[in-house]
């Protein structure tokens, strides 16, 4: 159990240093700042392609691999991705995530995502389950 909490914890960080040397790869530069509910309620955050939250319920990181436009027609820009991360919960659980979800810029500088999320605990009993993650972004 000790070993699958610590290589969690090591994939969680890996993830924060490989969005951070190609933070400047990203579709779209800069720090958002929000709130939202992911690990329940609580303040999300993205910079480059990271995607990180500090909730009521745990934190997550989650590193956007790919993110392309998505063509509907309405006014405002609006994009899929697909990730991969981790969380951990205040309770002890840890586990993996793939983010799957979409986000749209509807005003200057915020933007509105939606995401689900398939995950597979990995301490205690290894189990899946199905997440979904809302929110609102400010980008400076």
């Given at each position: 159990m000790r070993i699958f909490t610590k290589?969690?914890?090591?994939?969680?960080?890996?993830l924060m240093l490989v969005g951070s040397v190609h933070a400047e790869d990203a579709p779209l530069k800069?720090?958002?700042l929000g709130f939202g509910f992911d690990r329940?309620?609580?303040?999300?955050?993205?910079?480059?392609?990271?995607?990180?939250?500090?909730?009521?319920?745990?934190?997550?990181?989650?590193?956007?691999?790919?993110?392309?436009?998505?063509?509907?027609?309405?006014?405002?820009?609006?994009?899929?991705?697909v990730g991969a991360g981790g969380y951990g919960d205040w309770d002890g659980d840890l586990g993996v995530r793939l983010p799957v979800g979409a986000e749209v810029y509807f005003a200057k500088n915020l933007d509105a995502y939606a995401q689900i999320m398939p995950?597979?605990?990995?301490?205690n009993d290894a189990k899946f389950g199905l997440d979904i993650g809302?929110?609102?972004?400010?980008?400076f």
């Amino acid at each position: 159990m000790r070993i699958f909490t610590k290589a969690t914890l090591n994939f969680i960080c890996t993830l924060m240093l490989v969005g951070s040397v190609h933070a400047e790869d990203a579709p779209l530069k800069g720090i958002k700042l929000g709130f939202g509910f992911d690990r329940g309620f609580g303040v999300v955050g993205a910079m480059g392609k990271l995607n990180g939250f500090i909730g009521n319920d745990g934190a997550s990181v989650d590193y956007i691999f790919t993110k392309d436009t998505l063509k509907i027609e309405v006014d405002a820009p609006v994009y899929w991705y697909v990730g991969a991360g981790g969380y951990g919960d205040w309770d002890g659980d840890l586990g993996v995530r793939l983010p799957v979800g979409a986000e749209v810029y509807f005003a200057k500088n915020l933007d509105a995502y939606a995401q689900i999320m398939p995950r597979l605990r990995v301490n205690n009993d290894a189990k899946f389950g199905l997440d979904i993650g809302i929110g609102v972004r400010y980008q400076f």
